[in-house]
């Protein structure tokens, strides 16, 4: 089993900067890929960025340029988002596919007043 655990949202103004941080704990051989997924209030779930084994990374439209992805050595993912719009106001979810198993955090409100 392994377990997600996901901090550094909150409340930011639009234009402004805040840095996610998810830590992957528990029974972990191999993981194919690491990212966040976010869904807004009355819309789906949406891929927000992902690493995946061997350096990959993708990142959606609506976020590239502003946001980046990183992973440390520790099993932990970061999502620094920058200049952040209201329409980044969501649910963020930290998630990772690991042994053939995708494992979700329990997620972190991210929201941008104008």
């Known amino acids: 089993q392994v377990q997600l655990v996901e901090s550094g949202g909150g409340l930011v103004l639009a234009g402004g900067s805040l840095r996610l941080s998810c830590v992957a704990s528990?029974?972990?051989?191999?993981?194919?890929?690491m990212g966040w997924y976010r869904q807004a209030p009355g819309k789906q779930r949406e891929l927000v960025a992902r690493i995946i084994r061997g350096g990959s990374i993708n990142y959606a439209d609506s976020v590239k340029g502003r946001f980046t992805i990183s992973r440390d050595n520790q099993n932990t993912v970061y999502l620094q988002m920058s200049s952040v719009k209201p329409e980044d106001t969501a649910v963020y979810y930290c998630y990772t596919d690991t042994d053939g198993l995708r494992y979700w955090g329990q997620g972190t409100q991210v929201t941008v007043s104008s």
């Open positions: 528990g029974r972990i051989f191999s993981i194919n890929a």
